[in-house]
């Protein structure tokens, strides 16, 4: 019948069921965190485009609210998170074990997800089910940056809407955006005095 029949399968979680992975929330609502590399939130989020949704993925360390890692697909899946993951590892490097905070949506609760975990000393904690204030920093980066920049706008095109959350992040929110928890400093400006 059909050349790979798991290729046709439901898996639980995606389709309104069970979720096949959760964790405990370990994070626990403990925002501030006394070190760099020692608690990350992840999320994702969608942008309007003429082409269709385009698909954020961010990773932000929970010490400076810097986003460390971030990624833009066409689709929703767990390749785009795992891309900011990954590159949020790669740019960091963690020497030490670190906690990796996400809600129960299914690219976090998939195979691949917590393989890459498991593979990159990562460990993870989950959001309860339906409490958007669990992953409230990761919710709050999406909400300024849907107030500041996107707005109500549709881009024309998902390389246009790439180019200006790489605007957003990379020369606005981590080297100029003051932050109350880092003593009014912008992320990169805090991480660079602490490391002094």
């Known amino acids: ?14 389709y309104g069921g069970r ?33 269709g949704f385009a698909y954020l993925a961010v990773v932000i360390d929970l010490y400076s609210r810097r986003v460390i890692g ?42 691949g997800w917590a393989s890459f975990l498991k593979h990159h000393n990562l460990v993870h904690s989950m959001s309860r089910r339906g409490n958007c204030h669990d992953n409230a920093v990761a919710e709050s980066f999406f909400n300024l940056l849907k107030r500041e920049r996107i707005r109500r706008r549709v881009y024309r095109s998902r390389r246009e809407a ?16 003051k932050h109350v928890r880092n003593g009014m400093l912008s992320p990169d400006e805090f991480e660079r005095r602490q490391k002094t």
């Open 1 to 14: 019948m059909f050349a790979n029949p798991q290729l046709h399968t439901r898996r639980p979680g995606k």
């Open 19 to 51: 979720p096949s992975v959760v964790v405990d929330n370990a994070l626990d609502r403990q925002f501030d965190v006394e070190a760099a590399d020692k608690a990350w939130v992840t999320d994702i989020t969608y942008i309007r485009t003429c082409e």
């Open 70 to 111: 971030w990624a833009m697909q066409s689709r929703q899946t767990t390749d785009v998170v795992l891309q900011a993951l990954l590159r949020a590892v790669w740019r960091r490097k963690p020497k030490d074990q670190a906690l990796v905070h996400s809600d129960q949506g299914s690219q976090f609760t998939s195979m």
């Open 162 to 177: 790439r180019q200006d959350v790489f605007d957003y992040i990379e020369m606005f929110d981590n080297p100029k955006r």
